[in-house]
């Protein structure tokens, strides 16, 4: 089945639409996407290890959950969505923080990023994720520039890692 995805000005506004996979192919194609870091009351990050069989940064650690925006989605509503799809959490109302604009030589997204605090338990999505798991915020600064995040991720870690502690 053909997924499609919103066309969207660095504002947001809807401009069109695009198949997946000429999001994933043309970095002039800026789509909509969602982050959600999953906090617990100890401060520790929930971090998932991205699938072997997905098509961008297969087998990185990256952030709690993150997904499209589908065509016709509002990015709340999708926020909710990829959090009962890649973690079995349903109901939850995650805070929105900040968006910004992500670009790579394959693609470009404007991702809105939001926080949620759960102790688990997780229902990991197979086909999305091989791992998953909570780190403390001084394991995931140890391990920054040794390859094993997704580049977007640590993009985002400045960004993210002041409203991780509040």
């Known amino acids: 089945m053909a997924e499609y995805f919103d066309l969207v000005d660095p504002e947001g506004n809807r401009i069109g639409r695009a198949l997946r996979s000429e999001c994933h192919g043309n970095p002039k ?3 909509q996407a969602v982050h959600i870091f999953v906090v617990n009351r100890a401060g520790e990050l929930f971090l998932q290890k991205r699938s072997q069989k997905k098509d961008v940064q297969p087998g990185k650690w990256d952030t709690s959950v ?5 065509a016709g989605e509002k990015a709340d509503e ?3 969505r990829e959090l009962g799809e ?5 109901g939850a109302q995650p805070e929105f923080l900040y968006s910004y604009r992500w670009q790579s030589p394959v693609e470009s997204e404007l991702i809105r990023s939001y926080r949620l605090q759960h102790e688990g338990p997780f229902r990991l999505q197979p086909e999305e994720l091989d791992d998953g798991g909570f780190w403390a915020l001084s394991e995931i600064e140890a391990a920054l520039g040794s390859g094993i995040f997704t580049p977007n991720f ?4 400045p960004k993210i890692r002041p409203f991780l502690e509040s």
């Not at 993150?66 to 589908?70: A, I, S």
């Not at 890649?86 to 349903?90: A, P």
């Not at 640590?154 to 870690?157: Q, T």
């Open 86 to 90: 890649e973690l079995g959490i349903v």
């Open 154 to 157: 640590e993009f985002e870690w």
């Open 66 to 70: 993150g997904g499209h925006v589908d």
């Open 29 to 31: 194609l800026l789509h």
């Open 78 to 80: 999708a926020a909710r």
